[in-house]
């Protein structure tokens, strides 16, 4: 079917109290791996691009790539911008037909964040598209965006409810102490943030830094609200082992097709295991 606005996805996984997964590509294979497993579990899913991503293949090579995909797919797949910042680039990805964006203005004072978002929001609403944004601060590397620890903003619910509420954004990511890239300490999670926001909130709720939770940490996590969980360094990792871990194993192997597939095979076994976590498993129906 067609890319979808990803908004009646969340709103049906925030209702039905499961989670739908949002994973970042990096390249068609990718692509192909996340909707195989979206169809193997029958799940709607939500394909992201990283800043990284667009700078390499430019929004229009992306949106085609993801048709191509979603087009042929019986299960619903949307096309989201993570973390943008540079409202050229996502009035491009608007333009081109992204199903949603990011808008990441979280760096500024909360004011500032207020005013750029809902600019976005107002571009965005005119075209049909979606709108994620980010109050407080995430921690870790995610591309060009880097956070230390130390400049960690945890959202209060009181801001988050505010913020959408002045801003108009779809869904709201809310820094509860998830980090991008791999956990170097345990994180200190702030779930009953989570559940505060979930409590008087309407719109769903996004959780980024999905990599290295473990799985009841996940659960407890789409339990007190979570409905959009964000995964990208695990793709990364997966891909790049199954492609290591093949040539190890058959140094002279020259079928690169055959090498490409085992890594496609490795990443849709994992993309599914993170669907039934979330509780994503037959919600495509
Ligand atoms: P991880 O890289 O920790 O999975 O985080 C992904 C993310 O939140 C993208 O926005």
């Not at 992204?98 to 909360?110: G, N």
């Not at 921690?139 to 801001?159: L, S």
């Not at 009841?216 to 339990?223: G, N, P, S």
């Not at 890594?263 to 994992?270: G, H, N, P």
């Amino acid at each position: 079917m067609p890319l979808v606005n990803p908004q009646k996805m969340l709103e049906a996984a925030r209702d039905g109290g499961y989670c739908v997964g949002a994973f970042n590509i990096v390249d068609f294979l990718s692509i192909e791996a996340v909707v195989a497993a979206a169809e193997a579990t029958r799940a709607p899913v939500m394909l992201q691009t990283s800043s990284g991503v667009i700078k390499k293949f430019g929004v229009r090579k992306l949106v085609a790539m993801a048709r191509l995909a979603a087009d042929h797919s019986p299960v619903p797949v949307a096309l989201h911008l993570d973390h943008g910042t540079d409202v050229k680039v996502l009035s491009e990805a608007i333009k081109a037909g992204y199903s949603s964006v990011m808008i990441d203005a979280s760096e500024h004072p909360f004011e500032k964040n207020v005013a750029i978002t809902k600019s976005v929001v107002e571009e965005a609403h005119a075209a049909g598209v979606s709108v994620e944004g980010e109050v407080g601060r995430v921690v870790g590397v995610e591309d060009d965006i880097v956070v230390h620890q130390d400049d960690a903003i945890y959202t209060t619910p009181e801001e988050a409810l505010e913020f959408q509420r002045r801003t108009g954004v779809d869904f709201l990511a809310a820094a509860i102490g998830t980090a991008h890239g791999f956990y170097k300490v345990e994180p200190k999670l702030n779930i009953d943030t989570l559940r505060k926001i979930r409590a008087q909130a309407t719109f769903p709720l996004v959780v980024h830094g999905g990599t290295g939770l473990p799985f009841e940490v996940i659960q407890e996590l789409v339990r007190a609200g979570a409905t959009k969980m964000n995964l990208s360094t695990q793709i990364k990792k997966t891909y790049i082992d199954g492609l290591y871990d093949y040539i190890a194993a058959k140094r002279t192997e020259y079928d690169i097709i055959k090498v490409l597939a085992h890594a496609k095979s490795e990443l849709v076994t994992m993309i599914s295991g993170y669907i039934e976590v979330l509780g994503g498993a037959g919600k495509a129906e």
